[in-house]
């Protein structure tokens, strides 16, 4: 079955970094688009960032030039590069894998302090 265990969460002051990692196991994702999505409280989930299997790139306007999404297809592992962080990108942070459906990882909090 698969599973996708995200890490690096954690509490951040403003204009800090972050790299979220998520590890994907029970198959090969090589060939599948990953990402990652996050959801704010009392916000519904919003697309933050994806990478498809041909390493073409895809961001939330609200991140672009500050977040970088890549991924490692040995280690069948997903990263976000979180820089120049706000307090509106406090959320918690979720992984996925598009197979046919979508994959969700169980989520790690973000908080960025003022």
């Known amino acids: 079955q698969v599973q996708l265990v995200e890490s690096g969460g954690g509490l951040v002051p403003a204009g800090g970094s972050l790299r979220l990692s998520c590890a994907a196991s029970?198959?090969?994702?090589?060939?599948?688009?990953m990402g990652w999505s996050r959801q704010a409280p009392g916000k519904e989930r919003e697309l933050v960032a994806l990478i498809t299997s041909g390493g073409n790139t895809n961001y939330a306007d609200s991140v672009k030039g500050r977040f970088t999404i890549s991924r490692d297809n040995a280690k069948n592992t997903v990263y976000l590069q979180m820089n120049s962080l706000k307090l509106e990108d406090t959320a918690v942070y979720y992984c996925?894998?598009?197979?046919?459906?979508?994959?969700w990882g169980q989520g790690t909090q973000v908080t960025v302090s003022s």
């Open positions: 029970g198959s090969n994702f090589r060939s599948n688009t």
């Open positions: 996925m894998v598009v197979r046919g459906t979508t994959y």
